[in-house]
């Protein structure tokens, strides 16, 4: 079924899970295998040593394997999401994404097993002799009643935690939404009542869960397909349900909603409709959490309930009930204390701190996860974000505390604080400021941004994407005929972007503005005319000069010197900065910053020191502490050499400007990187690590970030253009889509960044 309410196209997430590698996982190696010694050590015949410590002590599989941070994701297919039995193999996007998101928000190495099999005692046997390859067992999207037979089974018979993620993460982050949302409406839970949509994994363990919190057993209608479950029903029943069944005249949906003070919603889309929500008690609390489409729109409740709580499973509206909240970060603190089950205890512990984390003030650094906002706890945030940083720092230590606490632990933590800090050091901040910056973007007032080669279909189709994410406002430059019917080729609507070319716009003011640069630079009328209606970047950036746009992409169709040189025709550097190229390397662990990649061929002192500067500011943004190195083949002045002149003498200026940021140099790229070497030179003015690596000259600088982006295994992000007026990327030629959705919000949120910079200007100079 298509999904009428997503920013994308069916087509567009088929391309997603089908680009360069298909799916998204894979898995990488954390042990060199580069020499004959390697080998050696990690196969026959050094890997037997490990196999017989295991042997004699199964509890150092943890210290020799990946056991210890490794969870399986296993289903049958049998519910998947709210899609119902496609079997095992269509559960697989599902059970990878799940992996991903284990690894992204919490670190945990994860794959996912489909089984293809729905007889109970096969499943089981199957799980069961997987257990000494995992640190933990996710079992997801497995249909009731056979799911509680399974999970229960496994748990009797594993010594590792197994998790039927739809029953209790989603229980955990529905408990702990659906307290605040009682205590916004100042409800007692004894006296609240509440209709249990649903009747299966995910709607019988939040009953489950919510009643041991305190809410009457007689105060919950539990309704299923057939309707209401009431006491003597006989069809389509099971224990399960027989054990929330009560004495009640209704038997329909509808007839349970009325005067009902809250419903949880975990059945199927469209479930519920506008007269049942009209019919509940004032301030009702709504959870549609059905997936991928909600029991009912939070649109359709807002026309006839302004007065609702409203929580949903999706990551676009306000209230993300969703399981996303609680399995990354439970797993995480169960298996650092190697605990062998996760229990009733760590499951409220998890819960508590997330409803108590959504209670508290949101501080400045974390606003930027709310796209700058600082949500306050009320009816439209009961509970935290996904993007929430403090999730991984608070979470895990709660579940851990617990699994201690309640003697399951294999190895209790000592020290929770240098644990708490561990956790914060697993997610990287430039995936993490990405995402915000993403997020900000969508919030914020949008961004007319510059395709300026749209008639290359990889262009097209990252401005598809950008517009229907919601990032900004695409402005197509090219020949309209071409680019519509591509649109349309890809099943978009093409009456919803806007083309502009030389014939379709009326250039004069483009022309007036370039005249009026150019007259004097030996350009005649008729030259800039030329330019302006024959060079995509020259009329792509008039629009930015004149206020026809906010920022530009560009740069697959023409090589990075000559489209810079011809938007230099038109746009200057910024004043008081100068413009250079910075090129992100974000590895494992590591986030590093490298400039000039892109305009200075030989800058001087100023110059590096200006660079430098500016590059500090940019990183700052981007969430880090900024430690520059100012790289070459010498070390302190050893060597001595003329070449390395430049450096220190752009060290030198920076210690006169006496900015507010570490620097040093000159220093080779391993001394700026690795901590050991660094305790040669311990006069050093760097605290750690340098991540801003200032390049002696442009040669090396390009080399150098591309021999890392071709042989390093990181993710190169840019080079990002800095330092011009106006806000312009100029992608690298072999950019892919994706990458051109990157590049085109980072001119977004630069165009943000310079109009702020404008008005603080602005406003100083007033003063
Ligand atoms: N937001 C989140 O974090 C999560 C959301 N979910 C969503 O919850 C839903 C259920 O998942 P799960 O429990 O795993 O699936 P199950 O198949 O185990 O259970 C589905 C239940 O919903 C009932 N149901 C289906 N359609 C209707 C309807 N129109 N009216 C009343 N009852 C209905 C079924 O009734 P019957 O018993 O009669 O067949 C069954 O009891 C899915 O949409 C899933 O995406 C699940 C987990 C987490
Ligand atoms: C979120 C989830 O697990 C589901 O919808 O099944
Ligand atoms: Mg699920």
């Known amino acids: 079924m298509p999904n009428k309410t997503s920013k994308f196209t069916d087509a567009e997430a088929l391309r997603f899970h089908s680009s360069g590698r298909p799916g998204k996982l894979e898995i990488v190696p954390t042990k060199p295998m580069a020499t004959q010694r390697d080998l050696s050590l990690a196969y026959s015949p050094g890997v037997a040593v ?16 990946t056991k210890g941070n490794l969870v399986a994701v296993i289903s049958n297919g049998t519910a998947i999401l709210g899609l119902g039995n496609l079997g095992a193999q269509a559960s697989k996007p599902v059970m990878e994404g799940k992996s991903v998101l284990f690894k992204r928000f919490a670190d945990v190495d994860s794959i996912d097993l489909e089984v293809d099999t729905t007889d109970i005692d096969e499943f089981v046997n199957c799980v069961k002799y997987l257990g000494p390859s995992f640190g933990g067992i996710n079992l997801e999207d497995i249909a009731a009643p056979e799911c509680f037979i399974i999970e229960e089974r496994l748990r009797e018979l594993m010594d590792i935690p197994v998790f039927h993620d739809d029953q209790h993460g989603t229980a955990i982050i529905a408990a702990a939404g659906f307290l605040n949302a009682l205590d916004l409406t100042d409800r007692d839970i004894k006296k609240t009542k509440l209709v249990a949509l649903g009747a299966g994994a995910a709607c019988i363990a939040c009953i489950e869960l919510i009643k041991a919190m305190g809410l009457p057993h007689e105060n919950v209608t539990m309704v299923d397909r057939e309707g ?20 009640t005249d209704a038997r329909t949906l509808s007839e349970a909603m009325v005067g009902a003070d809250a419903v949880i919603g975990l059945a199927a889309a469209g479930a519920l409709t506008q007269d049942m929500v009209a019919s509940m008690a004032e301030k009702p609390i709504i959870f549609a959490m059905a ?37 990354p970060y439970i797993f995480r603190g169960a298996l650092d204390v190697r605990a062998r089950t996760i229990n009733e205890e760590m499951k409220i512990a998890a819960a508590t701190a997330l409803a108590e984390l959504a209670r508290e003030d949101v501080p400045d650094e974390v606003a930027t996860a709310y796209s700058g906002e600082q949500p306050h706890y009320g009816p439209e945030y009961i509970i935290p974000a996904p993007f929430d940083p403090r999730l991984i720092r608070r979470i895990p230590v709660r579940v851990a505390q617990a699994a201690i606490d309640s003697g399951v632990a294999r190895k209790p933590i000592e020290d929770m604080e240098a644990y708490e800090r561990e956790l914060s050091a697993r997610l990287d901040p430039t995936v993490d400021t990405l995402s915000s910056m993403f997020e900000d973007l969508k919030r914020r007032p949008l961004k007319r941004v510059v395709f300026a080669e749209a008639e290359e279909e990889k262009v097209l189709r990252a401005a598809v994407s950008f517009k229907s994410a919601g990032y900004g ?21 093409d009456s919803q972007f806007e083309i502009c070319n030389a014939s379709n716009t009326n250039p004069s003011k483009y022309i007036e503005h370039l005249y009026e640069r150019l007259n004097r630079r030996g350009f005649l009328d008729r030259d800039v005319q030329r330019l302006v209606k024959r060079d995509r970047n020259v009329f792509s950036a008039c629009m930015l000069a004149t206020g026809d746009a906010d920022a530009m992409v560009t740069g697959v169709t023409r090589h990075y010197w000559r489209a ?36 200075n061929e030989r800058p001087s002192p100023e110059e590096l020191a200006d660079i430098a500067t500016a590059s500090a500011f940019f990183v700052r943004l981007m969430g880090h502490d900024p430690r520059v190195a100012f790289l070459s083949f010498s070390n302190f002045g050893n060597p001595p050499s003329d ?23 000159e220093m080779q790229a391993d001394v700026a990187l690795n901590p050991s070497l660094m305790e040669m030179y311990p006069f050093m003015n760097l605290s750690g690590p340098a991540n801003i690596l200032i390049m002696p000259a442009l040669h090396s600088a390009n080399i150098g970030y591309k021999l890392l982006a071709e042989l390093g295994g990181g993710r190169v992000i840019g080079p990002m253009l800095l330092g011009m007026d106006h806000s ?14 990157v590049m085109a919000g980072l001119a977004a949120s630069n165009a943000h960044i310079l109009e702020k910079m404008r008005a603080d200007l602005a406003k100083d100079e007033g003063v």
């Open 291 to 327: 997936n991928p489409d909600p029991e009912i729109t939070p649109e359709d409740v807002r026309a006839v309930r302004q007065d609702a709580i409203i929580a949903t499973g999706r990551s676009d509206y306000p209230n993300q009930v969703n399981n996303v909240l609680c399995f």
């Open 564 to 599: 810079l040189k011809n938007i230099k025709r038109v746009i200057d550097p910024m004043p008081g900065m100068r413009p250079f190229g910075m090129t992100v390397l974000v590895t494992k662990g590591r986030t590093v910053f490298i400039a000039d990649t892109t305009v």
């Open 473 to 493: 406002i695409p402005v197509l430059v090219g020949y309209e005929a071409p680019i519509r019917e591509k649109l349309r080729e890809m099943g978009v609507d």
């Open 643 to 665: 070449k390395t002149k430049n450096l220190q003498e752009a060290v030198r200026l920076l210690n006169e400007r006496d900015v507010d940021f570490e620097f040093d140099g």
């Open 228 to 247: 209401v479950i009431y006491k003597g029903r006989t069809e389509g029943m099971n224990q399960w349900k027989s054990a929330h069944a009560v004495e």
């Open 728 to 741: 312009i990327q100029i992608a690298r030629m072999t950019s892919t889509s994706s990458d051109l959705v």
């Open 50 to 65: 490990p196999v017989r410590e295991i042997a004699a002590d199964p509890d150092t599989a943890y210290d020799y394997t």
